[in-house]
């Protein structure tokens, strides 16, 4: 992150992971997710490559049997609205959990970028314990009107309550 250089990806291994803190974000030094793996890794999947879109690579067939929740369907970009929307992140444990934002610009021009949206946190709980958007919580789906339409990527260091998101058919390279 330092050198602003993405780091080629020959491959990698998908493991599941515990997060056991949190650094709070605060003006001008963004926080993180302190997490683990677990203490019998198992390897899950394969990463192929890594882009300035995501860490792309693929969940073993026999693990897909132990994801729980819910599917969605993917909301296009010409879905997509300023106004309240819904992120799902981990920030404790191994438990998924559902936090209000608001959508506040959508890039429109910008259509294959991984900044199409500024995303605001409001939910309560999420910024009293993390101070918004913190490192870790990339890749966080960003759902609106029961549809994925996309995924937190940065957070605005100036300000940790503010972030971008990418849109999912940008990830899934629909455009």
């Known amino acids: 992150i330092d050198t602003g250089t993405l780091m080629p990806v020959k491959n990698g291994e998908l493991l599941r992971s515990s997060v056991y803190g949190i650094r709070k974000g605060l003006q001008g030094n963004p926080g993180e997710l302190q997490g683990d793996f677990l203490k019998s890794p198992e390897v899950i999947g394969e990463i192929y490559w890594n882009t300035a879109f995501g860490v792309f690579g693929k969940i073993n067939k026999n ?23 819904t992120i799902l992140s981990n920030i404790h444990g191994e438990e998924v959990e559902e936090f209000t934002v608001e959508i506040q610009k959508i890039a429109r021009k910008n259509l294959s970028g991984p900044k199409s949206m500024i995303i605001k946190i409001t939910d309560p709980r999420l910024l009293s314990e993390t101070g918004g958007i913190i490192q ?12 994925i339409i996309g995924a937190v990527t940065h957070v605005l260091v100036n300000d940790p309550t503010k972030g971008y998101g990418i849109f999912i058919e940008t990830m899934l390279g629909m455009n």
């Open 63 to 85: 693990y897909m049997s132990e994801i729980t929740g819910r599917k969605y369907p993917v909301g296009t970009r010409s879905m997509v609205r300023e106004g309240p929307a």
């Open 136 to 147: 870790g919580m990339s890749g966080s789906p960003i759902i609106q009107n029961g549809r």
